[in-house]
């Protein structure tokens, strides 16, 4: 990181190691002289988290802080890929939607609209230093209410089944195979979502990413292969 000004820090969901990976990035920048750095968090990141990893992020937050490298945390919503990437299998297989996030709402972001957030940031970054941003898409919606316009865009039915949050931990532990610190993580989220701390809607996108955030039928319409399990099985063959 020599000479370098500016940084987008996204550390993936690694155990316990992303305080020690925001030490790291808070030492360089401090040492090298960081105007600007945009670090992801979570909307849950919180001290007082049931989830090992948002806490983790809080911390890292407050580390960046300290630091005095110029941090902007933004803190997504649930990404609209989740979608498929959780509920695929079950809509191109049995026109179902399993998810454990029951009644409440959330204005899920697609990780395009995400990313035009962190570049606005990036290229203008000295009125955000020092703040934190929740960033979701344009329409707060139950997983009813998405998996109504999923199917509308499939063009078949699609039925939101509302898991317990105990058979999620089992589906994603014993037949998806994550392991047992990111379960423990997805399981408080739901936990969370469950609780209101996803409802959140906000203007971000558009007004420091400079796009309006997809709808969530255009984001179907755009991922089709997707949902319907055809990446899936293309995967598969290969």
């Not at 490298?69 to 609209?80: D, K, L, Q």
């Not at 029951?102 to 203008?124: I, T």
Request: charged share 20%.
């Amino acid at each position: 990181m020599k000479d370098v000004r500016r940084v987008y820090f996204c550390y993936p969901p690694d155990g316990d190691r992303l305080v020690e990976a925001a030490t790291n990035v808070a030492t360089v920048g401090r040492d090298e002289g960081f105007d600007a750095l945009v670090n992801m968090s979570q909307i849950t990141a919180r001290e007082d988290s049931d989830s090992p990893l948002a806490r983790q992020h809080w911390l890292s937050e407050q580390i960046f802080d300290w630091a005095d490298v110029g941090a902007v945390h933004i803190r997504p919503t649930f990404f609209a890929e989740l979608l498929y990437i959780l509920g695929g299998h079950g809509i191109a297989a049995e026109g179902k939607l399993y998810l454990p996030y029951g009644n409440e709402r959330h204005a899920q972001v697609a990780a395009a609209d995400f990313a035009s957030v962190v570049v606005g940031l990036l290229a203008d970054p000295a009125m955000h230093v020092g703040k934190r941003y929740v960033v979701t898409g344009p329409k707060n919606m139950t997983v009813t209410e998405m998996a109504e316009v999923i199917g509308g865009q499939l063009g078949q039915e699609v039925e939101y089944v509302d898991l317990p949050n105990e058979a999620w931990g089992r589906v994603l532990s014993e037949r998806v195979g994550m392991p047992d610190f990111l379960v423990a993580h997805l399981t408080a989220v739901a936990n969370d979502h469950n609780n209101g701390v996803f409802s959140a809607q906000t203007d971000v996108v558009e007004r420091i990413g400079g796009q309006a955030p997809a709808s969530l039928a255009s984001f179907v319409r755009k991922n089709r292969e997707s949902f319907t399990g055809k990446v899936q099985s293309a995967a598969a063959a290969a």
